[in-house]
């Protein structure tokens, strides 16, 4: 199942991926997206578990796009999300979405914890046969 597919014909989203975290990685994208140019080095800026407040002050770069960092909870068991908004005047394992403009954050939200909780599960039962 192409998970980026079904996240994206929400019309909540006009890009996605899949990263990891070790080694810093680019899994899958939407080809036609913004988010298919993320470096390595973005990728591991994003997941780093040092100095995150300094994400709050300077913000954070996502395949060239200069992004604010609103809520932090990427860490927090549960949770794991973030909340970055563009401020320019357009549109384990970790899932990074960017929503249409004029979509609300709660929706989005929303949907993205599902996605991550079914790539978790996917994974998890990939690994269960190893």
């Known amino acids: 199942i192409d998970c980026i597919s079904l996240f994206l ?7 996605a991926a899949i ?15 913004n988010f298919s140019q993320l470096t390595r080095e973005e990728i ?6 040092e100095d995150r407040e300094k994400l709050f002050l300077q913000g954070i770069i996502l395949a060239g796009t ?18 970055l908004r563009t ?6 394992v970790y899932l990074v979405v960017m929503g249409q403009k004029g979509t609300e954050g709660g929706p989005l939200n929303l949907k ?19």
């Open 66 to 83: 200069k992004c604010l960092l609103i809520r932090d909870n990427l860490y927090t068991e549960g949770n794991n999300t973030m909340d």
């Open 112 to 130: 993205a914890f599902e996605m991550a909780g079914y790539i978790r599960e996917a994974i998890f039962q990939h690994m269960a046969r190893f």
């Open 87 to 92: 401020k320019v005047q357009i549109e384990s």
């Open 44 to 49: 591991e800026i994003l997941l780093t578990k």
């Open 9 to 15: 014909q929400t019309e909540m989203c006009c890009d």
């Open 19 to 33: 990263i990891t975290n070790s080694p810093p990685w680019l899994l899958a994208s939407y080809p036609e997206g």
